[in-house]
């Protein structure tokens, strides 16, 4: 069983981070500036949530010109990357803009290679035979990162269509702090190397807290406190990096490939537990760059083993995969096997059931190994979730497995470098 339905009748290290040969661009101070690092960030998350609103184009209000023209731009990119073959006048059509604009445009984008010019169209329409434009697939490559497996960092190169040219993995087991940070590097510089043609930029899916500059201000699993490891992945390259979060990565790659609900939580199973949440199609970061984060709360009152962040009985101790797995095979029969199983799914489905409730989720998708994740636990999650909401109300909802397998995070954050770099979503 990989889905299941809801319905009302019940069926079914803290000192400053470092990488050889890196120089960071910031400090990271300790001890009484961790409240001043976190309030810094929080506004630094507004003002970056502004700036992306001033630069969105609105019908009815003032455009600055450079605004305009990237918005045109972007508006050029999607449309050729997703027809693969369309000539400057289909352009204009399909953007709303004039010839004029669009060969503005497309001279810009064809002088830095993005876009190149396919041949003439073989038809037979009268007047002058129109010539088809592209973007260029296989003149860029992107590189994605995943740091969220217990054992292994990953990592691949793909063109602008996310084809999969390359893979790389290290072995990670027991790596923290500056030993988890250089392993990131040498991935990277693994990938680089490998790339064929130029490279657009790289996505990291990364566990734990991560603002959005790309700072990771808490990952207990890896020892990383106020890493800020977007610039010193970019200080290393010299190429644009963005790191996220590992289930917001996965989110966006489930809503851009996996075809999920516009309100949908994915939850990542993995090193630690974390969720992405989408609502209206758009990611959700909170107030502090945090939302999702449902592995550090305590479920239940009756204890619990006691987490990375020092709290005990912390939904990641009865799922993260390295303590499940573990008790798993110390269990001494099937039995005992599936009651550790259900258990499991019982207390996901109790942290999970009052965010349900509140933003009235559509869909609740699960991404981790499959051979612990369904049957026993995925039943029990959806059991829990449908004793603790309302079945009139959320009897619609759905709770299922990813399609997407191992490459979730590497494909989300993929999709984070085509819109950061190409405006293509």
């Not at 001043?36 to 502004?50: C, L």
């Not at 497996?149 to 072995?171: M, N, P």
Request: include cysteine.
């Amino acid at each position: 069983m990989t889905t299941a339905d809801i319905t009302p009748s019940g069926e079914p290290t803290s000192g400053p981070a470092t990488v050889s040969g890196v120089r960071t661009a910031r400090q990271v101070a300790d001890g009484s500036a961790a409240g001043t690092r976190r309030s810094a960030s929080v506004a630094a998350t507004r003002t970056a949530r502004r700036t992306a609103l001033a630069s969105t184009v609105r019908p009815g209000h003032r455009v600055r010109p450079e605004h305009a023209r990237r918005h045109n731009r972007a508006l050029v990119l999607q449309a050729l990357y997703r027809a693969e073959g369309l000539s400057r006048a289909d352009l204009a059509r399909e953007v709303g803009l004039t010839r004029v604009t669009i060969s503005d445009l497309v001279a810009d984008l064809i002088a830095e290679d993005l876009v190149v010019e396919l041949g003439i169209r073989a038809d037979s329409r009268p007047g002058k035979p129109a010539t088809l434009l592209d973007i260029n697939r296989a003149g860029f490559a992107v590189l994605a990162l995943d740091l969220s497996k217990d054992a292994v960092f990953r990592g691949i190169v793909t063109d602008l269509d996310g084809t999969v040219l390359h893979r790389e993995e290290l072995d990670v087991a027991g790596l923290t702090g500056d030993a988890a940070l250089e392993a990131t590097a040498t991935v990277l510089d693994r990938l680089v190397e490998a790339a064929q043609a130029r490279v657009l930029g790289v996505g990291v899916g990364s566990p734990g807290i991560v603002s959005v500059d790309g700072t990771v201000l808490r990952a207990p699993n890896l020892g990383w406190y106020d890493v800020p490891l977007q610039t010193l992945l970019a200080d290393r390259t010299g190429l644009p990096v963005l790191v996220a979060n590992d289930a917001n990565t996965a989110a966006l790659a489930e809503r851009t490939f996996g075809g999920a609900d516009e309100d949908m939580m994915l939850i990542r199973i993995g090193r630690g537990v974390g969720a992405g949440l989408v609502l209206g199609g758009a990611l959700v970061q909170g107030s502090s760059s945090a939302a999702g984060e449902i592995g550090h709360v305590v479920v239940g009152t009756d204890g619990g083993e006691r987490c990375a962040c020092g709290k005990d009985g912390c939904l990641e101790t009865w799922l993260a995969i390295p303590r499940l797995t573990e008790r798993l095979d110390a269990a001494p029969d099937a039995a005992a096997r599936e009651a550790l199983l259900v258990e499991a799914g019982e207390r996901l489905g109790i942290a999970v059931a009052p965010v349900v409730g509140a933003l009235d989720l559509g869909e609740v998708v699960l991404s981790g190994p499959l051979d612990v994740l369904d049957g026993p636990l995925l039943d029990s999650a959806v059991q829990t979730l449908r004793n603790r909401t309302m079945a009139s109300v959320h009897g619609h909802l759905s709770v299922r497995m990813t399609g997407l397998g191992r490459d979730i995070v590497v494909l989300g954050a993929a999709v984070m470098v085509l819109t950061d770099q190409l405006g293509v979503s």
